[in-house]
């Protein structure tokens, strides 16, 4: 007996809807940005703590204020609506406000899992046509000697100890930080950037269709 076998994707398998209720399946998507979205979750509840960061908590309120001050900041970098900007990092703050900037300016977000091998990395970011690459320092000691195969002319590096509290923020840096080639010019410290949006804001890109993708360390894709 002969048997066939056949490669799928995940986007045509969808595997996540067995997590979702029978009469949710199929009903069209709200037609609204990523940060249309927080808004109106969060109108009342502004004073509440969206994020927790080793016990430095971020109020909703707060968390918008950063996201309106990253895509003035990233608007003022050049990153304007229907660019590509490829992400390896992890789920930090500053992570979460360049998410929802990104989304305010109609940019896309090119997602690689940061455990992805440095070829395959390379890999989807060139697919993306990124010119822009954010990264976290933690991990840039792995991607250093590849820096420049990305394609990407200028790179953001996110600094792991930004958002800690202050006294917890001060022993970390002490006791050493990763050894990033900051220069100005292709590698930028993210808190940099960000101070380019000071004062400044941004107009915000109206829902679109289509206007993020994601990728895991695998063939599997998503557009959402």
């Not at 969206?50 to 204020?65: C, V």
């Not at 820096?147 to 202050?166: A, E, M, N, W």
């Not at 990763?178 to 941004?202: C, E, Q, T, W």
Request: one cysteine or more; charged letters at 25%; a positive charge.
């Amino acid at each position: 007996m002969t048997t066939k076998t056949e490669t799928r994707y995940a986007s045509q398998l969808k595997p996540w809807l067995k997590h979702f209720p029978k009469e949710n399946i199929g009903k069209p998507l709200p037609a609204c940005t990523l940060l249309d979205r927080l808004k109106d979750t969060c109108k009342n509840s502004l004073d509440v703590a969206a994020i927790e960061y080793y016990g430095k908590q971020t109020t909703y309120g707060e968390m918008l204020a950063n996201i309106d001050l990253y895509a003035a900041a990233l608007h003022e970098f050049g990153i304007k609506a229907g660019d590509y900007v490829t992400l390896i990092t992890v789920v930090l703050p500053e992570t979460m406000y360049t998410v929802y900037a990104l989304n305010k300016l109609g940019a896309v977000c090119n997602f690689v899992d940061p455990r992805t091998d440095v070829p395959h990395s390379v890999e989807f970011t060139l697919k993306a046509k990124s010119d822009v690459l954010i990264i976290v320092d933690a991990i840039y000691d792995k991607y250093a000697e590849a820096i420049d195969d990305f394609g990407c002319s200028r790179v953001i590096v996110q600094d792991v100890t930004d958002s800690l509290p202050t006294f917890k923020r001060i022993v970390k840096r002490m006791t050493g930080s990763p050894a990033v080639p900051y220069d100005g010019k292709k590698i930028f410290r993210n808190r940099d950037v960000v101070a380019l949006g000071k004062g400044k804001s941004a107009d915000e890109e109206r829902y679109r269709f289509n206007t993020g993708y994601c990728r895991s360390g695998g063939k599997a894709r998503w557009r959402i």
